[in-house]
């Protein structure tokens, strides 16, 4: 049997990422000086150093810029879980994000192949942001 999994910690800069994740909603960080748009939640902008910025809800869709699937669990609590497919998705607002892909056998997984979100709640607390293939009519080969 495996433990419970590590969860990310909830603080105030990150809180309300958590809260709109929860409710199914993707939350992007848009500066209001620079235009810039970030994933990682901060109290100020990565590219301008501003502090205006302002939560604005994403299409949740973008594609796998890069990927890695994991055989090995990290820890015994993903033993579980392995292979599964860790995802660098370029999101359609622009930034990347980390991920993990489901619904998705690892010698389907491509580069470039689109992607949306989907909410898994973990725990009460916690729904953590992962991707699965956009269904787009076409058979895998
Ligand atoms: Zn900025």
């Given at each position: 049997?495996s ?9 105030d ?20 000086g ?45 033993k ?26 690892p ?17 009460e ?17």
């Open positions: 049997m433990g419970p999994k590590p969860l990310p910690p909830i603080d800069d990150t809180r309300a990422w958590w809260e709109g994740l929860h409710r199914g909603v993707l939350l992007l960080q848009h500066c209001r620079c235009g810039h748009v970030q994933v990682h939640q901060r109290a100020m902008c990565g590219r301008c150093l501003g502090g205006d910025l302002e939560h604005c809800p994403a299409s949740g869709e973008g594609t796998i810029y890069s990927f890695s699937t994991v055989y090995r669990p990290p820890s015994a609590e993903f579980d879980d392995v292979p599964y497919t860790v995802v660098l998705v370029e999101l359609a607002e622009g930034p990347r994000m980390l991920s993990t892909l489901v619904d998705a056998p010698e389907t997984v491509r580069i470039g192949q689109p992607v949306q979100i989907v909410y898994d709640r973990v725990t607390a916690v729904t953590l942001p992962r991707f699965r293939p956009l269904a787009s009519g076409a058979a895998p080969p």
